[in-house]
């Protein structure tokens, strides 16, 4: 699929290298292939929202599209907006999004929020404006049924790319449309797109959810981020509502405040994308740091601390350096998953840190993180970090207090306790055959329960994978099955 090798056909595992760490040492202006964002459901508009409203702000756009400075030919840009805006005038930007749902509400309160920001033509709402009724299979044949439209809407969009990269799913997995049609849809993305670098962000239930069919619609949707996803960042509902208490001030907290933490994290994962360095600067280099094998790509996001830049209302925190923030990211309680308390392996790291950064830190700080980390020996046991820049159109800081944010991706046998979660779930609904005469009028079910079997058997094997990943011998195994295969060829050849 990349040219990576961090696609669903990818062959060339990545092997392990002399370098310790690897750490950017100078900035240069690589420009980066455009990324289109695609929000499906009450969730991921709702997710997007706040994502494009922080990115508003790192740009110095206002909600109506308008640079708040002269973007002409005498004022140079230090950020990129390309990979996530089309600028259609000198001083005119719309984001290159796609806004997909099956009721009005979600999409009218996002574009109620901004002015004439996003382009009306990329808004699919269902005419039926019913919505789902938290039903996957009503979300997944409505997206069927309204596929030639919305991949039209793609399609135009891309339209309007020179060096197109890939695609960003936002949605959740456990309501009716987010799950559904975002499975309708990451079907037909791979399908017509299968050279496009796939990546969701991807919202898990919490396990007080209020949709009895949640466990249903979790387990159908994970089997199609298995295999129609190249990297899939998770959040988990639990983890959200906890670190949203700890970090606002306010105690009504709600899903307004845990969406910005969501956005928190995106704009973070995106930051060498829209201010280019020297490294990562492009979807595929910073996840191909992450993705051993095209199984494992479910990734961990942790974030420290929630500073003004992110977030409104937050709490104060101390002084931070480089050296403090990385350490903290190593923290569970800064997880946006909930972690398992055994001890767990980390695969892959990538850590982001963003603002004054003293390099001196970063290197006193890696060592630390890697004797911290429990790693197999397959693994390069590299920690990858990029030196984030902050925005200059953000306000200026009143001290140097908050200096430094810094965001974690890692690739950690911790994400399958949100996985082992929701089949445990799966389990109790579908061996009492609960709830399961919401599901009999779907196209997939038409012939009996095959779907349910099948999906709950792919994320068994996927999770499988992942206990297999901890053993030293993992990658070793899979290098024996090619010299065999190999072997084999040139045995017959010599014949």
Known sequence: MNQTGVGKTAQNYKSKVKEQFYLPCSYTVNMTGEIITIQVGQCGNHVG?????????????????????NDDLTHIREDDTNPF????TNNRY???????????????????SFNDLFNPRNTWVSSEGLGAGNSWSTGYDRGVQNQDRIMDIIDRELDSTDNFEGFQLLHSVAGGTGSGL?????????DRYSKSFITTYSVFPSKQSEVVVGPYNTVLTLRRLCEDADASIIFDNNALLNLTARTFRDPNTSYEHTNQLISSALSSITNSLRFPSYMYNSMASIFSTLIPTPELHFL????????PDYIIGGQRYKKNTAYDVLLDLLDPFNSLVTQRSDMVTHFNVFSTVIGEVDQNHILRALPKMQQRLNMPSWSTSAL????????PYLPPLESRENSVSGLMLSNTSAITSVFERSASAFDKLFYKGAFLNQFESGQLFQNGLDEFVESREV??????????AEQDTYLDDILNEDDIMIGGFDNEGDS
């Open 459 to 468: 994320i068994t094997r996927m999770m499988e994978e992942y206990s297999n």
């Open 94 to 112: 719309v984001p290159r999004a796609i806004m997909i749902d099956l009721e009005p509400a979600a999409v009218t309160d996002v574009q109620s």
């Open 49 to 69: 929202k706040y994502f494009w409203n922080q990115l508003l702000k790192e740009h110095g756009i206002d909600k109506d599209g308008y640079s708040k400075y």
């Open 85 to 88: 805006f089309k600028q259609i």
């Open 300 to 307: 961990t996001p942790n974030f420290t601390p929630f500073t």
């Open 182 to 190: 975002g499975s309708s849809l990451l079907e037909a993305l791979t």
């Open 384 to 391: 990858n970090v990029n030196i984030g820049r902050r925005s």
